[in-house]
RNA sequence: CCAGGCGGCCGGGCAGCCGCUGUUGCCGGCCUUCGGGCCGGUGAUGGAGGAAAGUCCGGGCUCCAUGGAGACAGGGCGGCGGGUAACACCCGCCCGGCGCAAGCCGAGGGAAAGUGCCACAGAAAGCAGACCGCCGCUGACUUUGGUCAGCGGUAAGGGUGAAAGGGUGGGGUAAGCGCCCACCGCGCGGCCGGCAACGGUCGCGGCAUGGUAAACCCCGCCCGGAGCAAGACCGAGUAGGGGGCGCACAGGGCCCGUCUCCGGCCAUGCGCCCCGGGUGUGUCGCUUGACGCGGCCCAGCAAUGGGCCGUGCAGAGGAAUGGCUGCCCCUUUCCGCCAGGAAAGGACAGAACCCGGCUUACAGGCCGCCUGGUCGC
């Protein structure tokens, strides 16, 4: 399932059959949002972002993608925190439901 | 001071907190074939560009292919000399064009070997060409000025065109024509200067040879193919695979880009022996190299070459080199009590085996030299 925000969308899954209690994390980002230059750029501050709020608002056992849309080089921090903050927080809802109907 | 030309350089700075990665020191743990390897912690130190870009040329490196002769293709280069590992690059010079000048631009060999093309306009466009005009002769008419018709001569003039078969001036002529003459241009030959491209000069010819070769072509010189996902190693060692030897040999296949001749090689079946291993995994290749930078000296107009001293500067691998904050710098806008304050923005762009170039993109800024003009001394 993803959630997306207007500086970046995250995708999470849990894991396949052997389920560890690690968090994997993957960043992304295409050809649309920029050169080279901004791609780079974007994913170094999804990476950032996530070294502080994964940790906090991650689920053990999930693997997250992060990938980045046209604001995510520019946009403030603050605001791309709060972003991605919201996004882990609809997600980690999501999979309380679905793992309380199967 | 204004306008312009050329060359070179920089392309944000400082600090704090938290991270990534290469190398390395120490400590601890695990493994070991005792060489070392891996993990964790902690400290030191290095970590994008002038274009890292486009991937357009030239090389290094790696693997593959590589038998001789002849013929024919294909691609590239193109004034001359020099530099270089090499080049389509660089430097110097020559020629032509543009600019008052500093300078800039030029695919700049051959169009009297051949072929093709040259629209429209125009009488005529490559064996040149009589539309108007000019001139002569004959005839008719006549208001005695000429007019008309026919036959000739003529490329000076008009008009068309990108281009009209040398140009200007003079002589000559019925009018004209390199018909003749002078100068310029062109061609041929000699001499002089220069390594050469080429320049100068003298003599002769007497106008012949339109343009186009980034049209075919001709001439001269050069040229194997693929690329680090090249390639190599470790590893469990199944199938396929490869090599050697012996036996059997019809047609066939392969070997320089193609063809011809000559020459060489080979598979297929059986037996015996040996080698060896698929994989965007891991390790190596992987950064010390025609290397860069800072000085000094020598040769050269220069590109560049040589010598000495010092110094070092990324090596990731779904791809690190960063994220955030504060202050300063620059630009724009706004407020303003004209001291200052606030906000926004700061280009082009991210190494991927490595060098030498070219081309393209680029906010803002700095330095030096030169040319023309103006003002003052």
């Excluded at 980045?68 to 972003?83: C, I």
Aim: proline residues 2%; contains cysteine; positive net charge.
């Amino acid at each position: 399932m993803s959630e997306r925000r207007k500086s970046l969308v995250v995708q999470v899954r849990a894991h396949r059959a052997p389920a560890g209690d690690w968090i994997g994390e993957g960043f992304t980002a295409t050809k649309r949002i920029g050169n080279a230059v901004i791609r780079n750029r974007a994913k170094r501050r999804l990476r950032a972002a996530s070294r502080e709020l994964l940790a906090h608002y991650g689920r053990p056992g999930c693997d997250y993608v992060f990938i980045a849309r046209m604001g995510t080089a520019t946009v403030d921090w603050t605001r791309l925190l709060d972003d991605m903050k919201s996004a882990l927080i609809s997600l980690g809802a999501c999979l309380d439901e679905s793992s309380g109907q199967s």
